[in-house]
């Protein structure tokens, strides 16, 4: 039994090294290095290689190497029948958490305009909130959001929720549909996007969406690049519209050096880097589907392809 393996980012020898602990039986190939295509039974994949899926034969399981799966169904080109899974792991969900903490007190406590301040050498005391006065907005309310607002819970912010179907949680004031995005978005002051990207949500966070935000209000996206239009997202920036955003994530990926974005005033971005799937433990939980499948079970975190998660 082999398993293929396709990630620019991922570090192969880390995941090799991982699996040979858990399934040590298992031939850990490494694209386009594939061997045998009789031999491979499971792809675990983050780089779109979907279209050459179709090689293998004996194909009985397709792994995402994250919690997204975007990548996975951006293709007519899957094998009929195969499950697909995404990694739901406690160390995601804890890097997430931990993400989303540090750029919401980043954008409430002001720091970017503290550092522009720096810059020019300009000591000046600005007037702060407090975090019970700062309305935090969540977008997605899956596990990383429901953790996400817990974390902000925790030091004192109000927080409120919207996903495209009612969900409830302790604490928060939960809003569902296009019906009540406008509410939610009027009463958010710092916006968090944790939304899967799936064709309903794509380019969700658009010039409608920033408008309907109150004046000076920051956006934070954790998610996928395809949810935020980011032409509109420069505009509201350079208006003065947004006070901040950060993004973790873009369209393209890595971003060009010459790419808009980096020229926008008043942003923040990071490499993709709020939840990286750590090896050891992405490589127990591939495993444990890995001996499900070979049982004859159904395997964890099977992904919807018509919901797109």
């Known amino acids: 039994m082999s398993l293929i393996f396709c990630s620019r980012t991922d570090d192969p020898d880390e995941w090799r090294a991982a699996f040979a602990e858990t399934i040590p039986d298992l031939k850990f190939r490494i694209w386009p290095d594939v061997g045998d295509v009789d031999a491979v039974e499971v792809a675990l994949v983050w780089d779109p290689m979907q279209e050459h899926l179709l090689r293998f034969p004996n194909l009985k399981l397709i792994a995402s190497l994250g919690a997204g799966v975007d990548h996975l169904l951006a293709t007519t080109t899957l094998p009929d029948g195969v499950p697909m899974t995404r990694i739901v792991d406690d160390n995601l969900t804890q890097s997430m958490r931990e993400y989303v903490l540090l750029q919401t007190l980043y954008c409430h406590r002001q720091a970017p305009a503290y550092m522009v301040q720096q810059r020019a050498r300009e000591w000046r005391l600005r007037i702060q909130s407090f975090a019970r006065?700062?309305?935090?907005?969540?977008?997605?309310?899956?596990?990383?959001?429901?953790?996400?607002?817990?974390?902000?819970?925790?030091?004192?912010?109000?927080?409120?929720?919207?996903?495209?179907?009612?969900?409830?949680l302790p604490g928060v004031a939960g809003f569902a549909g296009l019906s009540e995005l406008d509410e939610f978005l009027a009463a958010t002051d710092i916006l968090i996007c944790l939304l899967p990207h799936t064709p309903?949500?794509?380019?969700?966070?658009?010039?409608?969406?920033?408008?309907?935000?109150?004046?000076?209000?920051?956006?934070?996206?954790?998610?996928?690049?395809?949810?935020?239009?980011?032409?509109?997202?420069?505009?509201a920036l350079e208006s003065g519209r947004l006070a901040h955003a950060v993004l973790d994530v873009t369209r393209e990926e890595p971003l060009a050096s010459d790419d808009p974005l980096w020229r926008a005033p008043n942003i923040t971005i990071t490499p993709h880097v709020a939840s990286i799937t750590d090896a050891k433990s992405g490589a127990r939980l591939v495993a444990d589907n890995i001996r499900r499948v070979r049982a004859g079970e159904a395997p964890h975190h099977v992904v919807d392809p018509k919901a797109g998660y």
């Not at 380019?203 to 935000?213: D, E, K, Q, V």
């Not at 000076?216 to 997202?233: H, P, T, W």
């Open 200 to 235: 309903d949500t794509e380019g969700i966070i658009n010039s409608w969406t920033l408008s309907a935000l109150p004046d000076g209000a920051c956006v934070i996206n954790a998610a996928r690049g395809g949810l935020v239009v980011e032409a509109d997202l420069i505009v």
């Open 133 to 168: 006065e700062r309305r935090v907005g969540i977008m997605g309310l899956g596990v990383l959001g429901a953790a996400a607002a817990d974390a902000l819970q925790q030091i004192g912010f109000p927080v409120s929720g919207w996903s495209r179907r009612q969900k409830t």
